[in-house]
C-alpha cells in the first residue's frame, strides 16, 4: 500500500515590508519610527504601513496622518515608492526560486512555497530563506512550516518579525486551537461577530462545531472555514507561470476632504467606475454584482453588494448600482473618508448573455458601442480624455491617489 506523503508549505511574509524596504533605501531610518503614507502634505493622507517601533507606538494602518503624529511625536513620515517595493518584491520570489518553482505570491510581501518535493529538510529550508533574505536584501521574514496553506500562512503571523514557526499534524490542535477565530484565514469581521454571537471565539470553537451547523449558518463559506480549522484545506499552491483570473475589479480612493452629502458622492462613485469599466472591457470580463466599500470620517467602515439584472462592462450602470446602494443603505451619520467600487461575479464577456424581457436591449447595444469609441479615444490619448461632465468639476478627489484594486482567483479558493 502507497501512503500519501505529507505536504510541506512554507508561508514567507515579510516584515513591515514597505517600511523595511525605505529602510534599506535610506540607511538613516534604521531603527526609526516611520510611516509610509498616502499623501503626505495632505491632512487626509493616511497610513498605508509602518515600521516596528511606530507600531510600538500605537500608529496603525489606516489612521490619518495627524492622528499618527499625536501617537508618535518623532514619527518620519514618507511617501510611497512603489517601484522599489515592486523590485523587492521580485527579489524575494528569487530566492524562493531557490528551493521551488511552486512559489504562488499572496499580495506584494506574501507567499506560499510548496517544498514538498524539494531536497532537504522544510525547516532548514525555512531557515535557509530566512538568513538569505536578511544577508542579501537587509528584509526580515517570518515563515510558517506546515502540511497546508492555511496553518502555514498562520504560522507566520504567529511569531514575528524574522521568526519560523512550525504547526506540524501531531501539534496543530496545541498551537491553532487556543487562538481567535479572526487569525483564521478568510474569517473575515462579520463572520466572526457571528461566531462570537454563537458564543464560538477560538478557531478550536469552529473546528468543534458539527459541520452541518456551519453549513447552516454560513452556506460554503462555513464548510471550508470548518475544514481549515481542523486541518483538511488541500488547496494547492499555484505554479510560478500560473496567473490567476480576475475574481473582480475594484477602484478605490481617500478623498482629500470628507464628502458630505449624496450629491459630492455620487462623483466620486462615477469617477472611480470609469476606470472600472474601462478595465472590465479591456480584460474581456462583465460584472453581475457590484460592491460598495464605505469608511466614515470616525474610520468604521461598511460595505454593502447589489446584483445587477445583466452582465455588464458599462461604467454607468456600475456606478449607478453603487450610487443606488449608498442612497439605500448609508445613514449619514458621519461624512465619508473613502469610498471603494467594486465590480464582482465576474465572467467572460464572449459567454452568451441571458437576456431579460424587462431591459431595453437596444439602449445597452447603442451604450456598448458608445463605450467601445471611447476606449479608442482613451487608448490614444490617455484615460482622462473623455470624462462625464458629472466628474468634472469633482475637487475632492486626489489626483494620484487612487488603488486599484484587481483581486485574483486565488483569493477565493
Ligand atoms: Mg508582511
Known sequence: MCTMR?????????NCFYASVETVLNPDFRGQAIAVCGSPEERHGIVL????????????????????????????IVPPQYDYYLKFSKLLHGIYRRYTDQVEPFGMDECWLDVTYSPGDPMEI???????????????????VSFNKVFAKLGSDYKKPDAITQISKEHFKEIVWPLPCSDLLYCGNATTAKLGSMGVRTIGGIALLPVDVMQRKFGKNGVALWKYANGLDDSRVAHQDFTAPAKSVGHGITCVAD???????RKVIFALSLDIGYKLRYMNLR????????????????????????ATQDEGTIALAAYSLLEEKYSWHNPIRSITVTATQLDSSQNPTQL??????????????????????????GKYAVIPALVLDEKKMPVGNDREIIMPGYMYQ
Open 49 to 76: 504601513a509602518k515600521s516596528e517601533k511606530a507600531k510600538r507606538a500605537g500608529v496603525k494602518t489606516g489612521m490619518a496622518n495627524w492622528q499618527a503624529k499625536q501617537c508618535c511625536r518623532d514619527l518620519i
Open 6 to 14: 505529507d505536504r510541506a508549505i512554507l508561508h514567507s511574509d515579510a
Open 287 to 310: 460584472a453581475t454584482g457590484v460592491q460598495l466599500y464605505v469608511r466614515d470620517s470616525e474610520l468604521s467602515f461598511c460595505s454593502w453588494q447589489k446584483r445587477l439584472e445583466m
Open 356 to 381: 431579460s424581457m424587462l431591459l431595453d436591449y437596444e439602449r445597452l447595444v447603442r451604450r456598448e458601442k458608445l463605450n467601445e469609441s471611447i476606449d479608442t479615444i482613451r487608448d490614444r490619448y
Open 259 to 265: 464628502l458630505e452629502n449624496m450629491d459630492e458622492a
Open 126 to 144: 525555512a531557515e535557509e530563506i530566512r538568513q538569505a533574505v536578511k544577508d542579501e536584501l537587509g528584509l526580515t521574514v517570518s515563515i510558517g
